[in-house]
């Protein structure tokens, strides 16, 4: 397993990252994904052909967590960026740990044999066949629903059981990509709870990869600590 380094960033509060802060941190949702994705890249973007090979996580506005490969480097002089930790977790079966995930899951639709299905945001997929005024009244007990279900599959393939899991809030982003491009829709799930280790090599490994889609919007890194 190749080897990871957990590091906390924070955008600087004095000249010039203050004076960019409404422009580097907008309030709306979707362009605050947007500039983060942006500006946590200036840290890893040591290439034009570099691929993401980092994990990133929004803990407050302008603080950021980050799982890499490599230990940001900040050219540009907007981050205060604390040492790098090596990522070793120590786990052992049966360990039992809490956990923060802000996730976009998603379950394969309208694929056919060898054809792999579209990948579609499970809180949507769950309330789709209902009226459009139907579903805001719905997607509260569907995403409980769902985001348990999906918690327990990706556990079972990737090293643990879910235990304890709250379901915190649940928004749609939507990206523009372009005057040319259509915009592009995924739903983010901010989960809690607890789970159990079962295979620690594979959950450490699997931490590492990141859960569900959209990681390079900030989505998929999984916060734990011991319960």
């Given at each position: 397993m190749i080897a990871k380094l957990l590091s906390r960033v924070r955008l600087r509060d004095d000249v010039p990252a203050a004076a960019l802060r409404a422009v580097l941190m907008p309030e709306d949702k979707a362009a605050r994904a947007a500039t983060s994705h942006q500006l946590i890249w200036t840290l890893f973007a040591d290439a034009p052909e570099r691929e993401r090979d980092f994990l990133w996580r929004e803990h407050a506005p302008g603080l950021f967590y980050l799982l890499s490969e490599r230990a940001p480097n900040d050219l540009h002089g907007l981050f205060e960026v604390?040492?790098?930790k090596d990522f070793s977790l120590a786990l052992q079966v049966g360990d039992s740990l809490q956990f923060d995930l802000r996730v976009n899951a998603t379950v394969a639709r309208g694929g056919g044999p060898g054809v792999r299905g579209k990948p579609c945001d499970i809180v949507m997929d769950a309330i789709h066949n209902l009226p459009v005024t139907d579903r805001a009244?719905?997607?509260?007990?569907?995403?409980n629903t769902v985001a348990h279900d999906w918690m327990e599959r990706t556990g079972a393939r990737t090293g643990f059981r879910l235990?304890?899991?709250?379901v915190l809030g649940y928004s749609a982003i939507e990206?523009?990509?372009g005057r040319l491009r259509a915009s592009a829709k995924f739903g983010v799930l901010e989960l809690h709870g607890i789970l159990r280790v079962e295979d620690p090599s594979l959950f450490t490994m699997s931490i590492g990869a990141g859960f569900g889609r959209a990681k390079a919007f900030g989505c998929g890194l999984m916060m734990v600590r011991r319960a």
């Open positions: 604390a040492p790098p009244a719905a997607r509260t007990s569907a995403m235990r304890e899991l709250a990206m523009q990509r």
